[in-house]
């Protein structure tokens, strides 16, 4: 069970857009569409802000979007704004009933 | 209001064990499949193990295979992990979370467990 991966941390501007990659393997991100992203403020337990690589929750900002290709997830967000800055990790259905989460990305809004 | 609450954590020794509760309300907690995350501290989020609605099917990370098990009360709502032969390494906060979407949609706000001698 390797952990998926992710850039350690982007970054962009207010109104600017930024992409969070996370990638897999066959037999996790490319295997079904069970990725999950979610965002965690600081103190915080971690909020589901997609789920079946690209639906959002009932709540969670049009600003945030998701998307696969091949073994490769991708959470978008558009429009950036203070309050995105956080923490981001992806998550994944693996093998055996088990799951398998990327190892964070920090976003810094500039 | 829907609601998670962890408790059960604490200061242990290494090789003891402790039992972990989550208690559920505000839905209906039969419906739903239960997680356990931990986080160990400044560090990412770590999947450790999940358990079917029905207790028909559970899962586990290689790291815990073994050591934890995985238990739910429908009757109670709540969820449990026992925690045997703890490890430095398992030194975390240690989050719950209902999943009905294959994704984990709610988490409490987690008990601390850390072990030292």
């Known amino acids: 069970q390797s952990a998926l991966t992710q850039p350690a941390s982007v970054s962009g501007s207010p109104g600017q857009s930024i992409t969070i990659s996370c990638t897999g393997a066959?037999?996790?991100?490319?295997?079904?569409?069970?990725v999950s992203w979610y965002q965690q403020h600081p103190g915080k337990a971690p909020k589901l802000i997609i789920f079946?690589?690209?639906k959002r929750p009932s709540g969670v900002s049009n600003r945030f979007s998701g998307s696969k290709s091949g073994n490769t997830a991708s959470l978008t967000i558009s429009g950036l704004q203070a309050e995105d800055e956080s923490v981001y990790y992806c998550?994944?259905?693996?093998?055996?009933?088990?799951?398998?989460f990327g190892g964070g990305t920090q976003l810094t809004v500039l | 209001e829907v609601q998670l609450v962890e408790s059960g954590g604490g200061l242990v020794q290494p090789g003891r064990s402790l039992r972990l509760s989550c208690a559920a309300s505000g839905f209906t907690f039969e419906d739903y499949a239960m997680h356990w995350v931990r986080q160990a501290p400044g560090k990412g989020l770590e999947w450790i193990s999940t358990i079917s609605w029905n207790s028909g099917r559970t899962g586990y990370a290689d790291s815990v295979k073994g050591r934890f098990t995985i238990s739910r009360d429908n009757a109670k709502n709540s969820l449990y992990l026992q925690m045997k032969s703890l490890r430095a390494e398992d030194t975390a906060l240690y989050y719950c979370a209902s999943d009905q979407t294959n994704a984990l949609e709610m988490w409490g706000q987690g008990t601390m467990v850390s072990v030292s001698s």
């Open positions: 066959s037999s996790d991100v490319g295997n079904d569409n069970l």
């Open positions: 998550c994944s259905y693996a093998h055996n009933n088990t799951r398998v």
């Open positions: 079946e690589v690209s």
